[in-house]
Nanobody, 125 residues
Framework: VQLQASGGGLVQAGESLRLSCAAS????????MGWFRQAPGKEREFVGS????????FYADSVKGRFTISRENAKSTVYLQMNSLKPEDTAVYYC???????????????????WGQGTLVTVSS
């Protein structure tokens, strides 16, 4: 499975940004897709998840109500719509896939075995 994340950039607080994660590979449709982020000096943090069937939507408390994850199966792409961005949302954002997923969402980065290259989101105050 190959994952390609894109869409990062520099925005001001309160603005929006949409990240994309394009997936390719033969069996990724059975995988759970996750978004993580890592700020400088901090550990990688779970943001949210979605299955290709549209279920298993789960968000970290820190982004709930502001971020929305969706998928477009025809394009094999998962999106992370980020609204009302805050300076503390500044991080490198990664998409990831859990190939061992059997219905239980894991928020642990170690569970996800395929990763995109990351895209930087910077939110200025």
């Amino acid at each position: 499975v190959q994952l390609q994340a894109s869409g990062g950039g520099l925005v001001q607080a309160g603005e929006s940004l949409r990240l994309s994660c394009a997936a390719s590979g033969r069996t990724f449709r059975n995988y759970l897709m996750g978004w993580f982020r890592q700020a400088p000096g901090k550990e990688r943090e779970f943001v949210g998840s979605i299955s290709w069937g549209g279920g298993s939507l789960f968000y970290a408390d820190s982004v709930k109500g502001r971020f929305t994850i969706s998928r477009e199966n025809a394009k094999s792409t998962v999106y992370l719509q980020m609204n009302s961005l805050k300076p503390e949302d500044t991080a490198v954002y990664y998409c990831a896939a859990d190939s061992t997923w059997h219905g239980i969402v894991s928020t642990a980065a170690s569970t996800y075995d395929y990763w995109g290259q990351g895209t930087l989101v910077t939110v200025s105050s």
